[in-house]
């Protein structure tokens, strides 16, 4: 139980292009729902907290702007990258708690490798 | 705030011989703890978790870890290693007490030498 389907696992996109990445929890309902960014050889930065049907919650630092978060349902949420540049380039992954007010752990996605040219 | 700290960013072992992964733990209440794994362009998949019942925690793939307090420590061990467990591995902290952030470690890449 408690998988997380992230698609699409790779994505090549132009300079200037947008891009959408899904995120679904396929066997619970998340009514949070979180987007990470992994540098090569780094940790995983979070960026903003998904919440079903309300606004995301974005960390400092990040362009909301340009990474435009949707959570319209409890088991779909996706990151838009818009007007993607080079330095976009990384591999984005989405998480989920499987339940909500306990500490419960993350549930991950496979990620989005995305590589702008 | 909570954060976490893992010693060495690689770590090399022979097949067959323990694995130890350290990580410290930064925290101003009862953190809850946990070990992922990550293979290759993949996400990360649990291999335990502290939520201060026992502190010794035992995970998937023969791996455990043990909370101590005192040295506010987790350390993940393992003792035989497989060449299957070579990927990075990230220790995690959040805060007891409810829904928060959880805050990951900078992640040690396991390399099992046959």
């Known amino acids: 139980g408690a998988v997380v389907s992230q698609h699409p696992s790779w994505v090549i996109c132009k300079s200037g292009t947008s891009v959408k990445i899904e995120c679904r929890s396929l066997?619970?309902?998340?009514?949070?729902m979180f987007w990470y960014r992994q540098f090569p050889k780094q940790s995983l930065m979070l960026m903003a907290t998904?919440?079903?049907?309300?606004?995301?919650?974005?960390e400092q630092g990040v362009e909301k702007d340009k990474f435009l978060i949707n959570h319209a349902s409890l088991t779909l949420s996706t990151l838009t990258v818009t007007s993607a540049h080079p330095e976009d380039s990384s591999f984005y992954i989405c998480?989920?708690?499987?339940?909500?007010?306990?500490?419960?752990?993350?549930?991950f996605g496979n990620g989005t490798r995305l590589t702008v040219t | 705030a909570q954060s976490v700290t893992q010693l060495g960013s690689h770590v090399s072992v022979s097949e067959g011989a323990l694995v130890l992964l350290r990580c410290n733990y930064s925290?101003?209440?009862?953190?809850?703890l946990f070990w992922y794994v990550q293979y290759p362009n993949q996400g990360l998949q649990l291999l335990l978790k502290?939520?201060?019942?026992?502190?010794l925690v035992k995970g998937i793939n023969g791996f455990e870890a043990e909370f101590k307090k005192s040295e506010t420590s987790f350390h993940l061990t393992k003792p035989s290693a497989h060449m299957s467990d070579a990927a990075e591995y990230f220790c995690?902290?959040?805060?007891?007490?409810?829904?928060?952030?959880?805050?990951f470690g900078t992640g040690t890449k396991l390399q099992v030498i046959p």
């Open positions: 998904s919440n079903e049907g309300s606004k995301a919650t974005y």
């Open positions: 995690a902290v959040t805060l007891s007490g409810g829904y928060q952030k959880v805050t």
């Open positions: 066997d619970f309902q998340a009514t949070t």
């Open positions: 998480s989920a708690r499987r339940d909500r007010g306990k500490v419960s752990p993350l549930h």
């Open positions: 925290s101003s209440v009862p953190p809850y």
């Open positions: 502290y939520t201060s019942a026992a502190t």
